[in-house]
């Protein structure tokens, strides 16, 4: 089937997006198009570039370290991170592309937040694109591009299906990754169990050594933040699927992981997968 594809925003989340894509093209199906908001335009973005399989060996070794050495302080006041060594890696897995010359049409969904609309990148530089896209307030720094304040697409549009509704598909597929259900257990080769407990031994030994400083019971600004954010979302997605229902939904539990787990690539990807199968299983598709 000839497929247009829509990525939402979740943050690490997003890595689901990989084993959804996966999957549709082990069924040999065809993607024609893809619209994105956040990870999800980054990973649709990647995918339309041909450097989404260069960035999943890239992402499956990372570990929470890594993650953190990536993220560059900002002193502006509007975000805490750059992003500059993010994109500097995403550029060298696919250059310089301009969005019109993909060999798939490819939206990536940004807000500009002075007038309160969306902004849907259809043309231009494809890492500005995604870039605008990804700018999640107050942890990113906005980018501005010709008169525009851009900040992340889910803001407003967290599961952009509008984009693709006039595409000559044979269906339309969304992934959600804001589901209010079960996370799916997924058996991880030893290797990879092995490594993420041996990050939450650090994690824990430094909470150890800074208990004082540290409680469990309490929520940093950051945290109620990013919680504030994510319940957005997940109501915005509602309202949006209603108006622009897709031909089928793909639902993956908002319990998978944490907005910045990044060094939880393996686990996430497989989980997208598996969700992606059942779902398309169930559609006949």
């Given at each position: 089937?000839?497929?247009?594809l829509?990525?939402g925003s979740g943050?690490?989340?997003?890595?689901a997006?990989i084993?959804?894509?996966?999957e549709?093209?082990?069924?040999?199906h065809?993607?024609?198009?893809?619209?994105?908001?956040?990870m999800g335009a980054l990973?649709?973005?990647l995918?339309?570039?041909?450097?989404?399989?260069?960035?999943?060996?890239?992402?499956?070794?990372?570990?929470a370290?890594?993650?953190?050495?990536?993220?560059?302080?900002?002193f502006?006041?509007?975000g805490?991170?750059?992003?500059?060594?993010?994109?500097?890696?995403?550029?060298?897995?696919?250059?310089?592309?301009?969005i019109?010359?993909?060999?798939?049409?490819?939206?990536?969904?940004a807000?500009?937040v002075r007038?309160n609309?969306?902004?849907?990148f259809?043309e231009g530089?494809l890492?500005?694109?995604?870039?605008?896209?990804?700018?999640?307030?107050?942890?990113?720094?906005?980018?501005?591009?010709?008169g525009?304040?851009?900040?992340?697409?889910g803001?407003?549009?967290?599961?952009?299906?509008?984009?693709?509704?006039?595409?000559?598909a044979?269906?339309?597929v969304a992934?959600?990754?804001?589901?209010?259900?079960?996370?799916?257990?997924?058996?991880l080769?030893?290797?990879?169990?092995?490594?993420?407990?041996?990050?939450e031994q650090?994690?824990?030994?430094?909470?150890?050594?800074?208990?004082?400083?540290?409680?469990?019971?309490d929520?940093?600004?950051f945290?109620?933040i990013?919680m504030?954010?994510?319940?957005?979302?997940?109501?915005l997605?509602?309202?949006?699927?209603?108006?622009?229902?897709?031909?089928?939904l793909?639902?993956?539990?908002?319990?998978?992981?944490?907005?910045?787990?990044?060094h939880?690539?393996?686990e996430?990807?497989?989980?997208?997968?598996m969700?992606?199968?059942?779902?398309?299983?169930?559609a006949?598709i």
């Amino acid at each position: 089937m000839k497929i247009a594809l829509v990525l939402g925003s979740g943050g690490a989340r997003g890595y689901a997006h990989i084993g959804v894509i996966e999957e549709l093209i082990a069924r040999g199906h065809e993607i024609i198009s893809i619209s994105g908001s956040s990870m999800g335009a980054l990973v649709g973005g990647l995918y339309a570039a041909g450097g989404l399989e260069e960035y999943k060996e890239w992402v499956l070794g990372l570990d929470a370290f890594d993650v953190a050495k990536l993220l560059d302080i900002s002193f502006d006041k509007r975000g805490f991170i750059k992003g500059e060594r993010i994109f500097r890696k995403l550029e060298e897995i696919v250059d310089r592309r301009r969005i019109e010359e993909l060999p798939i049409k490819f939206t990536a969904v940004a807000t500009e937040v002075r007038r309160n609309r969306e902004v849907w990148f259809q043309e231009g530089d494809l890492l500005t694109a995604i870039r605008a896209s990804i700018a999640i307030p107050s942890f990113f720094t906005p980018v501005e591009l010709n008169g525009m304040l851009l900040v992340d697409g889910g803001v407003l549009n967290p599961l952009p299906v509008a984009p693709v509704m006039s595409d000559h598909a044979d269906r339309i597929v969304a992934v959600n990754l804001y589901a209010d259900r079960p996370k799916p257990q997924i058996q991880l080769p030893q290797q990879e169990q092995e490594r993420l407990d041996r990050l939450e031994q650090a994690k824990e030994a430094l909470k150890e050594r800074f208990k004082e400083l540290v409680s469990d019971e309490d929520y940093s600004m950051f945290d109620i933040i990013t919680m504030s954010f994510d319940g957005m979302q997940n109501t915005l997605i509602r309202y949006r699927l209603a108006g622009y229902p897709p031909d089928l939904l793909i639902e993956i539990s908002k319990d998978v992981c944490g907005t910045y787990d990044f060094h939880k690539a393996y686990e996430v990807i497989e989980v997208g997968r598996m969700v992606a199968r059942e779902a398309l299983d169930g559609a006949g598709i």
